[in-house]
Nanobody, 124 residues
Framework: VQLQASGGGLVQAGGSLRLACVASGRTFASHIMGWFRQAPGKEREFVGAIGRSTQYADSMRGRFAISRDNAKNTVYLEMNNLMPEDTAAYYC?????????????????????WGQGTLVTVSS
């Protein structure tokens, strides 16, 4: 699976952005799709993910929304009310669904495939 993220850019605080991540291949629907971010000097952190349902990091819940369009092999990250501390490189990731009893993975180590990242800069 190859992932290509896009949609990053410069936005003022309080603004919105929508990131997209397009996946190659025919098995997109059988993957959990995650979003992570990494600010300079910090570790990569979980933003949220979508499988049959969505899960978010506590600090993003209510401001960020993840959706997917399996027909377009695309997962989206809608970000609202952006704050300067949201400035980071945002990465999409994919993990094959291995069991009907799966739980959504929340650490980078649990994902097999990664996109190249798209930079989001929020100015104050």
């Amino acid at each position: 699976v190859q992932l290509q993220a896009s949609g990053g850019g410069l936005v003022q605080a309080g603004g919105s952005l929508r990131l997209a991540c397009v996946a190659s291949g025919r098995t997109f629907a059988s993957h959990i799709m995650g979003w992570f971010r990494q600010a300079p000097g910090k570790e990569r952190e979980f933003v949220g993910a979508i499988g049959r349902s969505t899960q978010y990091a506590d600090s993003m819940r209510g401001r960020f929304a993840i959706s997917r369009d399996n027909a377009k092999n695309t997962v989206y990250l809608e970000m609202n009310n952006l704050m300067p501390e949201d400035t980071a490189a945002y990465y999409c990731a994919a993990e094959p669904i291995r069991s009907v009893f799966y739980t959504i993975p929340v650490t980078p180590e649990e994902y097999d495939y990664w996109g190249q990242g798209t930079l989001v800069t929020v100015s104050s």
